[in-house]
């Protein structure tokens, strides 16, 4: 958010509560088998990471307000997980020379995709979130993990992550099959397609 930006985005009321919002079944996956893999555009080799592999790569913790396309928004929402950082920079050393990849779709335990340009992913506050405000992630928030992109709606922050696909090019997810805006920027009200 920018200094010219309110705090709360048009179309958006404030809400103390943590609405949760899923489309289909909530996947239910223990730490002892959770797996997160890295593939796609410009990868030597895939990468495969088990729950303590991963969350050894480093700890970040932010504070950051989230807005839901439905509307609703929750400000102050503590996070607490692996950084963007530490992982990109282990997908780097995997990546092939000039075949930097344009953008990548995450995937999610129970088939959730949901797609994001390089510099969105690559924002230095995003993180693999296993905590929200001091507690562990529960499962119908996303745990044990889920993604947390901050300054787009929050169907950005795919809840049951399970791996990161690299694409050549911007691609759509699920939501953005059905509708949704490519991006989806809360200043911007990204909302539909249409609007692209």
Same mark, same amino acid.
């Given at each position: 958010?920018?200094?010219?930006?309110?705090?709360?985005?048009?179309?958006?009321?404030? %809400?103390?509560?943590?609405?949760?919002? %899923?489309?289909?079944?909530?996947?239910?996956?223990?730490? @002892? $088998?959770?797996?997160? !893999?890295?593939?796609? /555009?410009?990868?030597? *080799?895939?990468?495969?990471? $088990? =729950?303590? *592999?991963?969350? @050894?790569?480093?700890?970040?913790? %932010?504070?950051?307000?989230?807005?839901?396309?439905?509307? #609703?928004?929750?400000? $102050?929402?503590?996070?607490?997980?692996?950084?963007?950082?530490?992982? =990109?920079? @282990?997908?780097?050393?995997?990546? !092939? $020379?000039?075949?930097?990849?344009? &953008?990548?779709?995450? /995937?999610?335990?129970?088939?959730?995709? %949901?797609?994001?340009?390089?510099? *969105?992913?690559?924002?230095?506050?995003?993180?693999?979130?296993?905590?929200?405000?001091?507690?562990?992630?529960?499962?119908?928030?996303?745990?044990?993990?889920?993604?947390?992109?901050? /300054?787009?709606? &929050? =169907?950005?922050? @795919?809840?049951?992550?399970?791996?990161? +696909?690299?694409?050549?090019?911007? *691609?759509?997810?699920? =939501? +953005?099959?059905?509708?949704? /805006?490519?991006?989806?920027?809360? #200043?911007?009200?990204?909302?539909?397609?249409?609007?692209?």
């Amino acid at each position: 958010m920018s200094d010219s930006q309110p705090r709360l985005p048009n179309g958006q009321f404030l %809400t103390e509560r943590f609405p949760v919002l %899923t489309y289909g079944q909530t996947p239910t996956v223990d730490t @002892a $088998d959770w797996q997160f !893999e890295v593939w796609g /555009h410009g990868m030597s *080799d895939k990468i495969t990471w $088990d =729950w303590d *592999d991963f969350n @050894a790569l480093g700890s970040h913790e %932010t504070v950051r307000d989230m807005h839901c396309v439905t509307t #609703w928004s929750r400000y $102050d929402n503590k996070w607490q997980g692996v950084p963007i950082e530490s992982v =990109w920079s @282990a997908i780097e050393a995997n990546l !092939e $020379d000039d075949l930097k990849p344009g &953008a990548v779709m995450l /995937h999610c335990y129970g088939g959730y995709t %949901t797609n994001l340009l390089l510099d *969105d992913f690559l924002n230095p506050d995003n993180l693999f979130a296993s905590h929200h405000d001091g507690q562990p992630l529960t499962i119908p928030h996303g745990g044990p993990m889920r993604f947390v992109c901050h /300054h787009l709606y &929050a =169907w950005k922050s @795919a809840k049951w992550i399970s791996g990161i +696909e690299l694409l050549e090019q911007d *691609d759509r997810g699920f =939501w +953005e099959r059905h509708g949704y /805006h490519l991006r989806g920027d809360p #200043w911007g009200e990204e909302r539909f397609s249409y609007q692209e």
